[in-house]
């Protein structure tokens, strides 16, 4: 399975800063994601990144606060914009892995998540 | 719109015990998959087992089964003989046509010695 390098682990960072999270996967992979996880909570799905072309943002989510880029196969970058306390949490790249399943779905495989903390 | 409705927040079992997590669903898709992972402390999502919509049989991986009643829309995860080491948070997961996983609230399980 593919496997998946994101950084940064983890930052500190203040309110009204910007911060960009990569994710660098060793394989090319055609579906690409970016979850949220908010302290105590299930993961949310932000977007999914589309190589060639504009994210797909989910409900909740805008390309203003989340702006993602997709420039090939094996990477993407997530920023999280005009941070606020509210936006601490740990925010993960998954990867839909090889060949799909019975029912036409993908394991995906998670990187190690970057753990954002906003003061 | 897919659902996934976790309703134990926590679980204790006793070491080398069995215990069932609980996960029931609802989708519109005809065709879907549901997954468990397992996030330990450390935070990473890790993959345990999955079962498609149409497989007869309910999935196994070692420890790990699938109780899946599709009538019920119900795919609980079994974990026999359980270990220190299982205790973590479990996540139930669905996925449909879209392919990305919707996940659902998760329950703390704590493995007593």
């Known amino acids: 399975s593919a496997v998946i390098s994101q950084k940064p682990s983890r930052d500190i960072c203040q309110r009204g800063t910007s911060l960009t999270i990569q994710c660098q996967v060793d394989s090319q992979v055609t579906m690409m994601f970016w979850y949220r996880q908010q302290p105590g909570q299930s993961l949310t799905l932000i977007a999914t990144a589309n190589q060639g072309s504009e994210a797909t943002y989910e409900s909740g989510f805008v390309i203003d606060k989340f702006p993602i880029s997709r420039p090939n196969l094996t990477f993407s970058t997530l920023t999280v914009s005009n941070m606020s306390p509210e936006d601490s949490s740990i925010y993960l790249c998954?990867?839909?892995?090889?060949?799909?399943?019975?029912?036409?779905?993908?394991?995906?495989?998670f990187g190690a998540g970057s753990r954002l903390t906003v003061l | 719109a897919q659902k996934i409705t976790q309703t134990q927040p926590g679980m204790f079992v006793q070491e080398k015990e069995a215990v069932t997590l609980d996960c029931t669903y609802d989708t519109s898709d005809p065709s879907y998959g549901l997954f468990w992972y397992k996030q330990p402390s450390s935070g990473e999502m890790i993959f345990l087992i999955y079962q498609g919509s149409y497989d007869q049989q309910n999935a196994t991986e070692g420890r790990y089964s699938l109780n899946f009643q599709k009538a019920r829309k119900s795919a609980n995860l079994v974990i026999s003989a359980s270990q220190l080491g299982d205790s973590a948070m479990y996540f139930c997961?669905?996925?449909?046509?879209?392919?990305?996983?919707?996940f659902g609230s998760g329950t703390q399980l704590t493995v007593l010695p």
């Open positions: 998954s990867v839909a892995n090889g060949t799909a399943l019975g029912s036409g779905a993908n394991v995906l495989t």
């Open positions: 997961a669905i996925s449909g046509s879209a392919r990305q996983l919707t």
